[in-house]
């Protein structure tokens, strides 16, 4: 397996076909050896559409690299993630893929048809694949909401799963689920909201120096939380504001935010220190925060992927910007 580059992305990856990748998630494919980057087909150069259906009827796209996250190659989307009793044309959003056992887990949201506003419902499905190629339907997680969206999952220090996600019907806050059995759709029990406050989504938990981190989008940079478990008790850091990503680019001066991010572990330094890849997208035509108030221009639509590096520093979560 090529190690992952902390480099990676140096060149921001460009979607081909809509020019608005969003969403990433970065995993190895250790039957390939390369690495697989799935995120979002927001259709940006589309023409003739209206509000905010551009970032409906979307599909999952996928490109591979061989060298470590230096070039990436573009392979197209990925099929067989609509349910059969999917209004079509289905909207596909922020998978997670997680390797849990000897097979992959996503965790997909999907809402049916194609709007110009954020009305409908939305749900989380589970996919399960042995090669990240041919995915096979488990069936929907009730979460006793018609609006969620924005899955993560990852194990935790009490020995059981969390799917953590947003729930746009109470607040668009990150709210979790627990599970012991983490491949039954049926098993997932709700706890309740985990970050409360300022609406946010895209949460994101991984584990770097023994703590547990969570990052979430807030629309202004990647908000910092820290628990010594992953079951509950998250504190905000207070470093920085609690804020990292906060201004990667610019634009006319104004910062131009880190949005939606998967964290991947790297190869430990010389010392035996950890790092981590924190691999998002960010609108480089645009320097705001809620996408319904994008200037008219085109452009604004445009996304494209970078990454950063993540280490621990006196006890804070720190991003070393490329």
Wanted: charged share 25%; glycine share 10%.
């Amino acid at each position: 397996m090529t190690p992952l580059r902390p480099d990676a992305f140096a060149t921001p990856y460009r979607d081909p076909v809509w020019d608005g990748p969003t969403d990433p998630i970065l995993v190895p494919d250790h039957r390939t050896g390369e690495w697989v980057l799935f995120y979002t087909q927001r259709r940006a150069t589309a023409a003739g559409l209206s509000g905010v259906e551009w970032v409906h009827g979307t599909a999952i796209g996928i490109a591979r690299s061989a060298d470590g996250g230096t070039t990436w190659n573009y392979e197209g989307t990925v099929d067989g993630l609509v349910s059969p009793d999917t209004e079509l044309p289905a909207t596909l959003w922020a998978p997670d893929v997680v390797r849990i056992g000897d097979e992959w887990l996503m965790y997909l949201t999907v809402l049916g048809g194609v709007r110009e506003d954020w009305t409908g419902s939305a749900a989380i499905v589970q996919l399960a694949s042995k090669d990240l190629v041919t995915w096979e339907y488990l069936g929907t997680i009730d979460l006793d909401s018609p609006r969620v969206i924005d899955a993560a999952v990852a194990p935790c220090g009490d020995g059981r799963y969390r799917l953590w996600y947003k729930d746009e019907a109470r607040g668009s806050n990150t709210h979790s689920a627990v599970s012991d059995t983490p491949r039954d759709p049926s098993s997932w029990t709700p706890e309740g909201v985990i970050i409360p406050g300022r609406p946010h989504e895209g949460p994101k938990v991984f584990r770097l120096e023994g703590t547990y981190w969570m990052i979430v989008d807030e629309w202004r940079g990647q908000a910092v939380y820290r628990s010594n478990d992953a079951a509950g008790n998250w504190v905000r850091q207070e470093h920085l504001g609690g804020l990292i990503l906060t201004h990667p680019e610019s634009l006319d001066g104004r910062p131009v935010v880190g949005r939606h991010a998967d964290v991947v572990p790297l190869e430990p330094q010389e010392d035996g220190s950890e790092r981590a890849l924190l691999v998002y997208f960010t609108h480089p035509y645009w320097g705001g925060e809620d996408i319904d108030t994008m200037e008219p221009d085109p452009k604004t639509h445009l996304s494209h992927i970078r990454a950063a590096t993540l280490e621990v520093r006196a006890g804070n979560l720190v991003c070393i910007e490329h």
